[in-house]
């Protein structure tokens, strides 16, 4: 296999291993060296929160590829090793063992990193985030039937792990600095049935307040919320959001501002370097943002491959993404402001609905719980723009398929 | 053991499996579905249409499961969800068919 026009990878998840299959199917026969700084192929990150935390999987399963994919796909796996530098005018990345990769492409899906409370990091035990194997693999040895454990932040993390850990036996308790759980991503009516689903289930969620201060000697034993209350914890799971690991970028004198930038076909400011996944910041109907999400990964990973081979523009789609919690499924499509006004189909059972985001006339987002089946439509009727009256779409006497 | 797999492109295939893996991940390793959203039931990407004489043989379709597969387009009576299919030795020669994701 030719090397005359490699492909260098610096990152090793969802993104990355798209960004493999993608390009070899395109027929793209140039080398491929693919470094990640963690020790493991890429792995399914969904799961971390649900299923393996749960202990319902072995770690193996969690591979997005077995080994022997990357073999099939003449990829060259660098693992354990952290990229130093980006040396633009050489062409090469440096490694921190020194060793010098040359590229033709460079593709930059290095992902984030869990953001930490301030002062709590490493110096206190109990104080838990989860990003990777290793954060699951820490908190599942941590627990213990009973256990009383602080969840900081109401967003998905902090609610998926939430319902698994009280699955578990755990006492759970989410602080939520805003008024309502997912306050930047999900419809109002929404999110109030996920509460009452957690509720339900016996755990905890405030809403209006954060953590002031943590207290315990060499382990977590409580925190003070903004409110003045002591809540004991044995264990704190902080997930507060993620920051992107763009300093990589940065030092390389690419343009940076929330993650790395980069245009509609995910190059950044150096027309030879991308950047895909949970990192960039790309263009979106909202505006500059990064979207946390496998879809991103994926899609990201698919223009960039295009991109690279020189190929057509994989069609645009709107983006996508799914969250469990207990035996509720959330499935969402497309993007609203903030202030979007959502039109509601109630469902028949107070815990189904679907919520509908309309811009000139058209479906542009909807987002459903436990309505598999309007999901499947929302996809179709946002994908074709179709025009639709906001009444038709609530009332339930009329399928939505027929819309 | 081996199931028979026709793909998208109408190649016939005979993949490689083991007891206790899922349908989707067998198809997955070999790029023949998307898989989206990792088996947990969300995307439809993963959708079959199972040869009639081996689709009396697996358990019924799951309730979450039947809703995505009843709107998508292009499913019928043959169709399932690949995630929810686990291979076991009684499945050996299992013969499903890819289908368009949409």
New interface residues.
């Given amino acids: 296999m030719s090397g005359a026009e490699p492909v260098v990878i610096v990152g090793g998840g969802q993104a990355a291993a798209q960004l493999v299959g993608s390009l070899r199917s395109h027929g793209y026969v140039g080398g491929i060296t693919l470094i990640n700084a963690e020790s493991r192929l890429p792995y399914h990150r969904p799961p971390l929160s649900k299923k393996y935390l749960l202990g319902e999987m072995p770690t193996d399963k969690l591979l997005i590829r077995k080994p022997e994919y990357y073999e099939r796909m003449e990829v060259r796996p660098v693992l354990g090793t952290a990229v130093a530098s980006i040396q633009r005018a050489e062409r090469q990345v440096v490694l921190d063992d020194g060793q010098a990769i040359d590229y033709a492409h460079l593709v930059l899906a290095t992902g984030g990193r869990a953001l930490t409370l301030i002062g709590t990091a490493g110096r206190m035990a109990g104080v838990h985030h989860l990003r990777s194997i290793a954060d699951a693999d820490a908190l599942r040895s941590a627990i213990f039937p009973g256990c009383r454990v602080v969840l900081v932040g109401g967003g998905y993390i902090g609610l998926e792990v939430a319902a698994s850990l009280r699955k578990l036996g755990c006492e759970v308790t989410v602080l939520e600095m805003q008024n309502r759980v997912l306050a930047r991503s999900v419809a109002e009516p929404i999110a109030e049935v996920l509460m009452d689903c957690h509720a339900r289930n016996g755990g905890r969620i405030h809403c209006g307040r954060g953590v002031q201060s943590i207290h315990g000697d060499s382990s977590v034993s409580s925190v003070t919320t903004t409110d003045g209350d002591e809540i004991p914890a044995d264990l704190l799971v902080v997930g507060v959001g993620m920051a992107p690991n763009s300093e990589l970028a940065e030092a390389a004198g690419l343009e940076c501002n929330n993650g790395i930038r980069v245009d509609a076909n995910c190059r950044t400011s150096d027309p030879e370097i991308f950047a895909i996944g949970d990192v960039a910041c790309r263009p979106t109907t909202l505006g500059c943002l990064r979207l946390e999400s496998v879809d991103n990964a994926i899609q990201t990973a698919n223009i960039a491959a295009a991109g690279i081979v020189g190929a057509a523009d994989p069609e645009a789609t709107a983006p996508w993404f799914w969250s469990d919690q207990y035996d509720s499924k959330l499935q969402m499509v497309g993007l609203a402001p903030p202030d979007a006004r959502w039109h509601v189909r109630a469902n028949g059972r107070a815990d189904k609905l679907s919520c509908f985001y309309l811009e000139g006339g058209r479906v542009v987002a909807a987002q459903c719980l436990n309505a598999g089946g309007d999901f499947m439509v929302a996809k179709r009727l946002v994908a074709a723009g179709t025009a639709i009256c906001p009444e038709r779409l609530t009332d339930t006497g009329l399928a939505l398929r027929d819309l | 053991m081996k199931i028979n797999v026709t793909d998208r492109a109408g190649n016939q295939r005979l993949l490689e499996c083991e007891e206790g893996d899922r349908l989707m991940?067998v198809l997955?390793?070999v790029?023949l579905v998307?898989a989206?959203?990792?088996g947990?039931?969300?995307?439809?990407t993963c959708q079959v249409y199972v040869a009639p004489e081996w689709l009396q043989r697996l358990p019924e379709r799951g309730e979450?499961e039947a809703?995505?597969l009843?709107?998508?387009?292009n499913s019928n009576e043959q169709s399932r969800l690949a995630c929810q299919i686990n291979l076991d030795t009684a499945l050996a020669g299992l013969t499903v068919t890819i289908a368009n994701a949409?």
């Fill in positions: 991940d997955a390793e790029d998307e989206t959203c990792g947990e039931c969300s995307c439809a979450l809703e995505l009843d709107e998508l387009l949409e």
